[in-house]
């Protein structure tokens, strides 16, 4: 269809994606010569914002940032006692660290951003070679996007009328599996190669103090999913209580970010919130001509003609998810995927909270798989080296990854089972 390839060559030739998106919806309204106004794009694009669960985003990020004052080394602190006794641990502490820092920011590449740059250093020092520090970071960081709360989660449940609420739930167990298979892996590949060194013996003093440090900041999911499922306040509203419990936490408990520092804080929280909310807008209108155009029926229809195997559209639609996710920027992704993928997955009876933690895994593979690779590039960088010397041990971490989904995939309880419990 040619908006797609409008938007295909404008993304080539650099232009940022929301600008991208939206040239292209303007494009094709003329060169289809159709009767809608173009008026209609600022009013899809006003349509597309004005969402009271959409205030979560913002707030979920500024969360995050927040959280990175004082946070982040007690997490990484808890990691340690927990692993770092085993010989290769500090592989495993990485990845853990990335888990319990993705499950407080709700970001992938502010976790591979905050954990990687202090983590990094340490595993240089330790023996860890670059190349194999790198992916592994970048396959834990972009865990943020299915661990829940999840800045990802939400803009998905906006797009696809999902209960933001349960998306969280459905998170969790699907989360752990992926850390868990990337927690073994690096620790078999470190012993294997000799990385990390002589290990310190166990100290369960040091494993207790370490918790009772950490406590606070592992509170907050606890606090939020807690809230959301007991009714005491809705998704929107949890990330307005995250923000108030991170700035006590940095402010007044740890005392790490001083006044003089939070106009910075604000700011980049805003700019950053802008740029994803203009790409929401953007990707509004883009969805709005796709429905217009039947694109999701034709599609389905296409696909249902060539296999009548759930399995296989579901491969499909899996392939679709992993090259949009390679190339694009995430929300940009479900926003401009949701509309025409989350129909076909219905008719072929897949469960809405099941295929919306297949997309964010699915998303998150993209995250590390180059040539775009936000959450790869973001660990190369702080690692100091060029994204080519991670092969190949980047595509030992998608295998994991991979591996990870497909049992995601045929086992959909892992997805289900706590949501069930709390409906």
């Not at 060559?9 to 040239?23: D, E, Q, R, T």
């Not at 597309?48 to 913002?58: D, I, K, R, V």
């Not at 936490?249 to 909310?277: D, G, M, R």
């Not at 155009?293 to 696909?303: D, H, S, V, W």
Request: glycine letters at 8%; charged letters at 10%; aromatic letters at 10%.
């Amino acid at each position: 269809m040619i908006i797609f390839l409008i938007l295909g060559i404008l993304l080539l030739i650099g232009l940022p994606v929301s600008f991208a998106i939206g040239v292209s919806c303007l494009a094709f309204l003329f060169l289809q010569d159709t009767a809608v106004a173009p008026s209609i794009i600022p009013q899809q694009m006003f349509s597309g914002l004005n969402s009271f669960p959409l205030l979560a985003l913002p707030f979920f990020l500024l969360a995050g940032n927040l959280m990175m004052y004082g946070t982040t080394p007690r997490l990484m602190r808890f990691a340690n006692a927990l692993l770092g006794f085993i010989k290769g641990g500090l592989a495993g502490v990485s990845v853990t660290a990335s888990a319990f820092f993705g499950a407080i920011s709700g970001s992938g590449v502010a976790t591979v951003a905050a954990v990687g740059s202090i983590v990094t250093p340490e595993m240089i020092k330790k023996g860890y070679d670059r190349g194999f520090i790198a992916p592994l970071i970048a396959g834990a960081g972009v865990l943020g996007m299915v661990i829940p709360p999840s800045m990802a989660m939400v803009v998905f449940g906006v797009s696809a009328g999902v209960s933001i609420g349960d998306l969280f739930l459905a998170g969790i167990l699907p989360g752990i599996l992926v850390t868990l298979l990337l927690v073994i892996y690096g620790i078999i590949v470190s012993r294997k190669r000799n990385y990390g060194g002589d290990t310190t013996a166990f100290d369960f003093k040091e494993l207790f103090q370490s918790f009772i440090s950490a406590i606070l900041p592992m509170l907050l999911p606890v606090i939020i999913l807690g809230g959301v499922m007991s009714g005491a306040f809705t998704p929107t509203e949890s990330a307005v209580v995250a923000v108030v419990y991170a700035l006590i936490l940095a402010t007044v408990v740890y005392q790490e970010l001083p006044v003089s520092k939070l106009f910075s804080v604000f700011k980049q929280s805003a700019v950053n919130s802008a740029i994803i909310l203009f790409i929401i807008a953007a990707a509004t209108p883009f969805g709005w001509i796709l429905t217009t155009q039947q694109i999701p029926n034709e599609l389905a229809t296409f696909l249902t003609s060539v296999t009548t195997s759930d399995i296989l559209i579901l491969i499909f639609i899996s392939i679709i998810l992993l090259v949009m996710g390679t190339f694009m920027e995430t929300i940009a992704t479900i926003i401009i995927m949701t509309p025409i993928l989350f129909p076909i997955a219905m008719q072929i009876g897949i469960e809405p909270l099941h295929f919306g933690v297949l997309m964010m895994v699915n998303l998150a593979i993209g995250g590390v798989t180059p040539p775009l690779a936000v959450g790869l590039f973001t660990s190369a960088k702080i690692a100091d080296i060029p994204v080519e010397k991670t092969f190949p041990d980047v595509l030992h971490v998608l295998g994991v990854m991979v591996l990870s989904y497909i049992i995601i995939v045929l086992i959909p309880e892992l997805s289900l089972w706590i949501p069930e419990i709390f409906d």
